[in-house]
């Protein structure tokens, strides 16, 4: 695979292709297309081709998953890594190499033990931010002391995992006079709580019930974590971005002069509209030529959630088409490393049906590889159902 950069209008130091006839850069900044972001992301994201990563390498790679539906982990990873068994995420929750927890964006993801220790206590102040201003929790819990409050949702919690009502009575005999439900509220905001297994576990069911990371892991939360280090790891698996973009992905503010402080060993970059971006020197940057297969990707995945800009694989007019009232956004699926489209499961007795809902009219070759990839993930979604059907509608 070419790590070389296809950019357009280099400041200094240009060269042109002797094969491709596009301008390029070997040190000093360039002009990135947007098809040049698209397949540079793609590639981070483990889309132009399956890994053969493990489960946990590639969610470590992929600095952590959208977790909010809980199962869409395993789909997200279906569509990146080779031959994934979801058996072995499964049993990663429950061996408690990863964890689902609350962390960038204020939303559930799926991380490491590892990343859970140092991502969580540095999105700490979402959670703060949230506890005084949130217009339904905040005023149910106005005066309460955190320093007291803390170790009582610890000793609560530590050997004994529970669910939101089961949480909040208890805290309200302790703390009579503020609402229960607050009270829950701000315990997952003020202390890192995982939501332990069966939850989330492949085949399995469970309710979300709540523990602190630190007793489920036995390791403390990492006293002193590298915003750096969360930004490189950022630019690992989303770059190249700008530092709006890193804010967006981690929920964030005033990031500018933490990627200035990275700026000396940073590769920088221009998008088409002028703006700043940032990556690792040696990370890849395939051709815009390089092919992209059909995917079908989750709910929630990252792709879509990580940058400010989301053109480089969202069009404006098709992210308006994935936007809902309650921020939940429908399954798509890419053509040519592009949003093209829909698609949904439809359960009925032992019968399943994938039916996929293009934006706009497919080609035929990008129509049967639609097709083929919807009979894959329909089989990995569903593979008890007896009878089973792909339907591909009419484009909007």
């Not at 809980?70 to 279906?78: G, R, T």
């Not at 890192?192 to 990371?213: D, E, H, Y």
């Amino acid at each position: 695979m070419s790590k070389s950069t296809a950019v357009a209008g280099p400041s200094r130091g240009p060269s042109v292709s002797a094969t491709t006839g596009r301008v390029q850069t070997t040190n000093g900044d360039g002009v990135l297309s947007q098809r040049a972001l698209n397949r540079a992301t793609l590639e981070r994201q483990l889309l132009l081709r399956r890994s053969e990563v493990t489960p946990l390498q590639a969610v470590e790679h992929l600095a952590g998953l959208q977790a909010q539906a809980p199962y869409s982990p395993y789909f997200q990873l279906w569509s990146r890594v080779a031959d994934f068994d979801p058996g072995e995420l499964g049993q990663l929750l429950e061996d408690r190499a990863v964890v689902r927890i609350a962390a960038m964006r204020g939303t559930v993801h799926m991380l490491t033990a590892a990343d859970c220790l140092t991502f969580r206590p540095l999105t700490q102040r979402i959670f703060d931010r949230d506890l005084d201003t949130n217009t339904q929790y905040a005023a149910g819990v106005r005066g309460l002391d955190p320093a007291e409050f803390v170790p009582v949702v610890q000793s609560l919690l530590a050997d004994t995992p529970r669910t939101s009502a089961e949480l909040a009575p208890l805290l309200a005999e302790r703390f009579p006079g503020h609402d229960p439900a607050s009270l829950a509220y701000a315990a997952r905001g003020l202390l890192a709580l995982i939501q332990a297994p069966p939850r989330a576990v492949w085949g399995k069911s469970g309710q979300a019930r709540l523990t602190t990371a630190e007793s489920w892991l036995g390791r403390e939360l990492d006293p002193t974590p590298s915003i750096e280090a969360m930004v490189l790891r950022y630019l690992k698996a989303f770059g190249p971005a700008s530092v709006v973009d890193v804010q967006m992905w981690s929920g964030l503010t005033r990031l500018r002069e933490v990627v200035d402080r990275l700026r000396p060993q940073l590769r920088v970059f221009r998008a088409e509209n002028g703006k700043e971006l940032f990556d690792l020197p040696d990370a890849p940057r395939p051709d815009p030529d390089t092919p992209a297969p059909v995917r079908l990707l989750p709910d929630f995945d990252n792709l879509i959630r990580s940058h400010a800009d989301r053109t480089r694989v969202v069009s404006d007019q098709d992210m308006k088409r994935l936007s809902t009232r309650n921020g939940v956004t429908p399954n798509f699926f890419l053509v040519d490393g592009m949003v093209a489209g829909s698609w949904r499961i439809t359960k009925e007795r032992r019968s399943a049906t994938l039916r996929v809902q293009p934006f706009r009219r497919l080609l035929r070759a990008d129509h049967r590889a639609v097709g083929e990839e919807a009979e894959r993930v329909l089989t990995f979604a569903e593979p008890q159902a007896d009878c089973t059907e792909i339907a591909i509608e009419n484009a909007l």
